[in-house]
């Protein structure tokens, strides 16, 4: 496929055009010893529980390094990817570093608009990071970002409610059924909240029936195979025979308040909800709150490997500063920091041994998951694969297609999309 330009030709053209990138301060003196200057940071990361933490962790590097200004930008997470393809390629008003998540770094790194980072300082302690974790930082044998925190995903169950029902967590669709129509009888309620408006919570589904969107290794589309339709038809029963209630918008603020103020028994999520959980009513008690693995399908248990990685835009006019900070975001200490006040996974290995991490019980129910989770195809177009997945999900779930044309039809789209793919 046509590559983008290349970082170094990147950092020439803006340096020609004199175009003000990332911070408009005076830059960092390189080899002065001593950092100075402006990084402007765009977390992408949940506003309210989140961002405080990350924030504060900033400010840990500033007082580390009296010169330099991080400056913090909380940008929504849907709109980051465009919002940073947009400054890049303009040239203007990009940050130097961004909160990538895992799929979004090969596609920025094809464009040219990372920084490799092979040889700097923002990689410490190489060997230190999980494998799995260190993934989908690489792009065409270089490193283009550093992986901050690796997550996949579980049920969350409300633990009162099972077990006024006198029911377990469903160990596959079938018993999740059964559970849910336990609850209702017992407690009025609905069972699961599925999220209808993001192709990511379908994605344990499509691994349980044994399928995938796509098979980077043969360059193949899979998501419209036999076992993709199984997966649409799986999701649609369960809405169908009022197991779960879904929506077509607002997903992520109908799912946590429905299940924060009880009105459903689960819901599907990862590790970065749990904060945000145990600010609901249902949860004053945080031991109320259940995480279960993901309901088996009927080919397989699996749940889909995400995270986010720290990347430095290849025209930023403060490099060291932006390196060593990419470093100190993740580091071991402020790993641990992130799980034990965000129960957020590290990427480090040796992370897992600190005090905050072993005392999560989030973090370690999560730590065996993620090491079995499903690893996403780490190509420049992985992005782009959820929105015609999006489109026939929420289309299938809201009566609108039936699964056969829906897997058809995401098939077609990722053949536009992935040019010479079978």
């Not at 025979?241 to 819901?267: C, I, L, P, R, Y």
Request: glycine share 10%; hydrophobic share 40%.
């Amino acid at each position: 496929m046509r590559r983008g330009i290349t970082a170094t030709a990147l950092v020439a053209a803006l340096a020609l055009a004199a175009t003000a990138c990332g911070s408009d301060d005076e830059s960092g003196s390189k080899g002065s010893g001593e950092l100075s200057g402006t990084v402007t940071w765009w977390d992408t990361s949940s506003v309210g529980s989140e961002d405080k933490v990350f924030k504060k962790l900033a400010e840990g590097f500033e007082k580390q390094h009296p010169k330099v200004d991080v400056k913090y930008v909380n940008v929504p997470f849907g709109e980051a990817q465009n919002k940073f393809k947009n400054a890049a390629q303009a040239g203007d008003g990009a940050p130097d570093v961004i909160r990538s998540e895992v799929a979004w770094t090969p596609d920025f790194a094809n464009l040219g608009y990372l920084a490799p980072l092979d040889g700097t300082a923002a990689l410490k302690n190489q060997d230190d990071f999980l494998k799995q974790a260190v993934a989908s930082t690489r792009y065409d044998g270089k490193t283009y970002a550093v992986p901050q925190v690796i997550d996949s995903m579980g049920v969350f169950y409300n633990k009162k409610m099972f077990k006024e029902a006198g029911v377990d967590a469903p160990a596959d669709l079938n018993d999740l059924k059964t559970v849910a129509k336990k609850i209702k009888d017992k407690t009025g309620k609905t069972g699961l909240y599925l999220r209808g408006d993001d192709p990511y919570y379908f994605l344990s589904f499509l691994y349980g029936e044994g399928g995938d969107m796509v098979d980077a290794a043969s360059k193949t589309v899979t998501v419209d195979k036999p076992e993709g339709v199984k997966a649409f038809k799986a999701v649609k029963e369960l809405v169908d025979d009022g197991t779960a209630k879904t929506d077509a918008s607002d997903g992520w603020e109908n799912m946590m308040q429905s299940f924060k103020n009880g009105d459903v028994a689960m819901m599907i999520n990862g590790p970065w909800a749990v904060a945000d959980t145990l600010t609901g009513k249902e949860f004053t008690d945080k031991d109320n709150l259940g995480v279960a693995p993901v309901p088996a399908g009927s080919a397989a248990q699996g749940a889909p490997q995400g995270g986010h990685n720290l990347a430095v835009y290849a025209g930023s006019k403060n490099l060291d500063a932006s390196y060593a900070f990419v470093e100190y975001m993740t580091s071991v200490d402020s790993q641990a920091t992130a799980a034990g006040e965000l129960n957020l996974l590290p990427t480090r290995t040796s992370a897992y041994a600190k005090k905050e991490a072993v005392d999560s019980e989030i973090v370690g129910f999560f730590k065996p998951v993620v090491e079995t989770a499903v690893e996403r195809p780490w190509i420049p177009e992985g992005g782009s694969l959820f929105e015609p997945l999006r489109v026939e999900y929420t289309k299938v779930l809201t009566g609108q297609t039936t699964p056969e044309k829906a897997a058809k039809a995401t098939g077609d789209s990722y053949r536009k999309l992935l040019k010479d793919w079978k």
